[in-house]
């Protein structure tokens, strides 16, 4: 939102705001807090995804979701590194490193199908996020209602849709990467919204796209406060992994 206004020159990256959190006082714990809590969800979906937790069931459909929720939670995995790189002092992830690693990926031995294969899976990721955020299914699993459901949903329904745009970009940037065996077309989230920046009307873009993630920043506080988990027991999680009780 800053870069779109101008007070910024770019949008940054995870890790320059997670830098400029670590310069506060507790700052440190702050961007510790922050790695913990997207590692714990990375463990969510993975628990979703093997145990079933909100009962999607073994049909195509509910595979497809399960599978969809390990993807994420990998994902989420490698997202709780990046803050966790920066108290360590270590490198941290970012545009850069993205291409490092797709650049190392496109000089091994079938790394141009690897890389178009891991394009396609974030590709298919935003889309199953944006028929999410049309649907907003996620608001039968609000314990609230009337208007503040209304609201949390009217958020989670933008800032799925926001997010969907945005990662579809980056897997597609991934895919042409790929066809050209060019690192140098990978775009991180931050470098997917310079180029929308640096289009035609690019700010207004950049506003829309930063108001939609704010939007599903408001949405995920208010699921953690309400969202309605039905786990299973000890007993049907032991079923449900094939280990007897």
Same mark, same amino acid.
């Given at each position: 939102m800053l870069a779109a206004v101008g007070s910024l020159r770019r949008p940054p990256e995870p890790k320059d705001v997670l830098s400029a959190l670590l310069s506060h006082a507790l700052g440190q714990f702050t961007v510790a807090a922050v790695s913990l809590g997207l590692l714990c969800f990375a463990v969510w979906r993975?628990?979703?995804? #093997?145990? *079933?937790?909100d009962n999607h069931g073994n049909d195509a459909k509910g595979l497809m979701r399960r599978a969809l929720y390990l993807v994420q939670g990998l994902f989420y995995v490698a997202l709780a590194s990046v803050p966790a790189s920066i108290i360590l002092g270590t490198r941290a992830g970012g545009d850069q490193t993205v291409r *490092? #690693?797709?650049? #190392? /990926?496109? @000089?091994?031995r079938f790394g141009q199908w690897v890389v178009a294969l891991i394009g396609l899976v974030v590709v298919l990721c935003a889309a199953g996020i944006f028929v999410s955020g049309l649907l907003a299914r996620f608001r039968h699993n609000l314990a609230v209602t009337g208007e503040p459901r209304r609201v949390i949903t009217a958020l989670g329904r933008f800032g799925f849709l926001a997010r969907a745009i945005v990662y579809g970009a980056v &897997?597609? %940037? /991934?895919?042409?990467?790929? /066809?050209?065996? *060019?690192? &140098? @077309?990978? !775009? $991180?989230?931050? &470098?997917?919204?310079?180029?929308?920046? !640096? +289009?035609? %009307?690019? @700010?207004?873009?950049?506003?829309i796209a930063a108001t939609g /993630?704010? =939007? %599903? &920043?408001?949405?995920?506080? =208010?699921? $953690?406060l309400y969202r309605r988990v039905e786990a299973p027991t000890v007993r +049907? =999680?032991? =079923?449900?992994? $094939?280990?007897?009780?």
């Open positions: 993975i628990v979703q995804a #093997w145990l *079933d937790a *490092d #690693w797709t650049a #190392w /990926l496109l @000089e091994t &897997g597609a %940037f /991934l895919v042409i990467a790929a /066809l050209r065996s *060019d690192p &140098g @077309e990978v !775009r $991180g989230v931050a &470098g997917t919204l310079l180029t929308i920046q !640096r +289009q035609a %009307f690019g @700010e207004v873009w950049l506003v /993630l704010l =939007a %599903f &920043g408001c949405y995920s506080i =208010a699921q $953690g +049907q =999680a032991a =079923a449900k992994a $094939g280990l007897k009780s």
